[in-house]
């Protein structure tokens, strides 16, 4: 078991406050340890913790580019086992750096079967480069390459499924997790570095900034997703799913008028017909993943 | 002991005797005999080294960043378009300064789709702060691969470095080549020793940003690295030189240019054939010579200079062109700054783009037209595009 009570990413960085990837690098460190190489793609999360002389990370880190921190693991990674040498290496980076630009090196990396964990903050647009559309926004959500206006409701595409694209490549082990859970969280981490070959952890982080919400509802937003079904946290084990967070499922208008990004479907009418379609979602995802607790 | 061999098979022996830690590597003609040969090396237990076959060049050279951070020797080669993909990470791994050594065997860059020999793949990243060193023949394509990492892994320098040799040219070609054995290599180039890498003994982060406060300076120090480089170049020429017997000491070699009134300046295989024009055109008393340059980056203007004082007329032959620069290939413009106020007429030639050969007559008749004042044109276009 690895010493969850280390602190190795420190505070001091540049992130806002409320900022849920900056959590979320915490408790991953915490889950992952010491013993820890860490690969990061060029993103908020590289550029707030790392300004040139200063850095955040007490475990050895590297980025290289946008889009290629699974192939620089795979070189660290052969590296190691070339020198007899023990760390985990774990990749941390946003999901434009993985649903778009960095998905070819991603596939090569699990296809060829390197001993990596992958994990993806996902904040659901590029933020760094202010606020762009990634193929992981949401339904609907408005940003600023996809903005609401007289004739759109904004993002016009569903979510990409990662985790089912990775499982797909023959990973051992795939799962979603929220900073809202904690130790959920970190016992994820844990395992899938632990976990012989490449594994992929997808992990829901609010980002006040972008999404629209005050710094202080990051955790309590993050609930929302899970409760609302918006956002489902399961373990997927060789390709089955084994495990998924069961809740009494809330009305997704509960989690989408908190947030600015989706205003325009309660302001300045209401828009049913478009709540009504990311209703459908949640319930298809609850239906997907088994998560109705029936009360 | 010289062996007949395969110019690709050659580059591949030289680098098993590197012992490299890492290679990570993607088919690419002409290069592609370079990797199965590495291939075969590490299937038959003869090459000890972590094998990646990734999905593409830019992940080959991604994969040795990495590897190369985490404290390993690594190895790649590419051509032509594999190269335009790496260009991205090419600068990254020069301002990591991290010592990665890439053979580059020399191929023309599409469109048209062309994969016979130039030399635009390579000299297109000349800003990128790799060192870049040609070869004229499958001995020398050889041995620079020594002295590349002996000069690139130098913690004075820590630069990458290409080595360049020409596409089919020297790739495909059999030629007697004196490969050292291991003992001699080892004894020239010792183990790699990193100046840091990733260690969760003594964590450090690597590749972090730069904000205008900090971010010229790392641009300043590659081009100080770059100018010791210079230096260092020489300097494990000549300790190649004591070991193995033949000297690549100088950036720049002369051949029949003491008494010379015109010189021709090349980059490559083709200087083999510029040697054979010359000892023509020797035989009927013409006073011409040649300055072959070994390393283009870093670029020996002081050498050149030095060497070129006492001829009247320079024709530069150019394996690339600069488009956009009326007729400049990189070569040629970089010569004529390494010239100007001398009084030295420089006139430059593009030609060989795309694989088209460049004969004996050829050089002849290029020297012709430098004399009478001719030049800073494409040599050696069909007649209908005239």
């Known amino acids: 078991m690895v010493d969850k009570s280390l602190e190795l990413f420190d505070p001091g960085h540049r992130a806002c406050g409320g900022c849920g990837p900056a959590l979320a690098a915490r408790l991953i460190l915490k ?87 992958y994990i993806c903050y996902d904040n659901e647009a590029y933020m760094n480069t202010g606020i762009q ?125 908190m947030q600015k990004r989706f205003r325009h479907l309660f302001k300045p009418v209401l828009q049913k017909d478009e ?21 | 002991m010289l062996k007949i061999t395969e110019g690709s098979h050659a580059v591949a022996e030289a680098v098993k005797f590197c012992r490299p830690e890492v290679i990570a590597a993607y088919p690419i003609t002409p290069q592609t005999h370079i990797v199965e ?10 090459l000890d080294s972590e094998y990646i076959c990734v999905e593409s060049e830019f992940s080959a050279l991604s994969a040795c960043l990495g590897a190369s951070a985490a404290g390993s020797r690594v190895y790649s080669a590419t051509s032509s378009q594999g190269l335009a993909l790496m260009f991205e990470v090419c600068f990254n791994v020069a301002g990591m300064r991290l010592p990665v050594v890439m053979s580059i065997a020399n191929r023309s860059l599409g469109a048209p789709l062309s994969i016979w020999n130039d030399q635009q793949d390579s000299i297109s990243l000349r800003d990128s702060g790799w060192m870049q060193v040609y070869a004229e023949d499958n001995q020398e394509a050889t041995d620079l691969h020594f002295i590349a990492y002996k000069v690139a892994e130098d913690h004075d320098i820590l630069l990458p470095a290409f080595v360049c040799f020409d596409g089919f040219i020297l790739s495909h070609t059999y030629e007697p080549v004196d490969v050292p054995a291991q003992e001699e290599v080892d004894a020239y180039l010792p183990s790699f020793k990193p100046y840091q890498r990733l260690d969760a003994a003594d964590p450090i982060s690597m590749g972090m940003y730069a904000t205008p406060d900090y971010y010229m300076e790392f641009r300043y120090e590659i081009s100080r690295a770059m100018e010791r480089a210079k230096e260092a170049l020489k300097r494990a020429g000549r300790e190649f ?3 193995f017997g033949r000297d690549y000491s ?25 040697k054979d024009a010359i000892d023509e055109m020797r035989g009927s008393g013409r006073k011409v010579g040649l300055l072959k340059i070994r390393s283009f980056r870093p670029f020996p203007d002081k050498e050149i200079l030095k060497a070129l004082d006492d001829v009247s007329t320079v024709a530069v032959l150019d394996k690339n062109v600069s488009l956009g620069s009326g007729a400049g290939g990189a070569l040629g413009l970089e010569v004529k700054d390494a010239l100007y106020g001398s009084g030295i007429e420089v006139k430059d030639y593009i030609t060989g783009l795309g694989g088209r050969d460049v004969r004996k007559r050829d050089i002849a008749n290029i020297t012709d037209l430098a004399e009478s004042g001719k030049g800073d044109m494409y040599y050696g276009l069909r007649e209908e595009v005239l």
């Open chain 2, 241 to 243: 030189d004591e070991e």
């Open chain 2, 250 to 274: 100088a950036p720049v070699e002369g051949y029949r240019l003491e008494d010379a009134d015109t010189a021709i300046v090349a980059l490559g295989s083709i200087c083999g054939t510029v």
């Open chain 1, 31 to 117: 889950g992952a340890g010491r013993e820890t190489i860490v690969v990061s793609s060029t993103g908020c999360m590289e550029v707030f913790s790392t300004p040139y002389p200063e850095t955040a990370w007490r475990v050895p880190w590297i980025h290289s580019l946008f889009e290629n921190a699974s192939a620089v693991a795979s070189g660290v990674e052969a590296s190691l086992k070339k020198q007899g040498r023990s760390e985990k290496v774990v990749c941390i980076c946003g999901d434009g750096a993985t649903f778009d630009i960095g998905i070819l090196c991603i596939s090569g990396a699990f296809e060829r079967g390197h001993d990596i964990t």
């Open chain 2, 37 to 46: 040969a590495l291939a075969e090396m590490v299937a038959n237990c003869e």
């Open chain 1, 133 to 257: 559309r990634s193929a992981a926004t949401p339904y609907d959500a408005s940003t600023t390459t996809s903005p609401a206006g007289a004739c759109s409701f904004g993002n016009k595409l569903p979510k990409k499924d990662m985790p089912g694209i990775l499982a797909a490549h023959g990973a051992p082990y795939v799962a979603t997790a929220s900073i809202a859970y904690p130790a959920d969280l970190m016992q994820k981490v844990e395992r899938a570095v632990n976990t012989p070959g490449p594994c992929y952890l997808q992990v829901h982080t609010p980002c006040c900034t972008g999404w629209g919400f005050d710094g202080s509802k990051t955790i309590g937003l993050s609930k929302l997703a899970i409760e609302t079904g918006l956002w489902v946290n399961f373990e997927m084990v060789d390709g089955e799913v084994t495990k998924a967070k069961k809740v009494v499922r809330k009305p997704v208008e509960d989690y989408l008028k």
């Open chain 1, 275 to 295: 709540i009504a379609k990311i209703q459908a979602i949640a319930d298809s995802n609850a239906e997907k993943y088994g998560i109705d607790i029936r009360v």
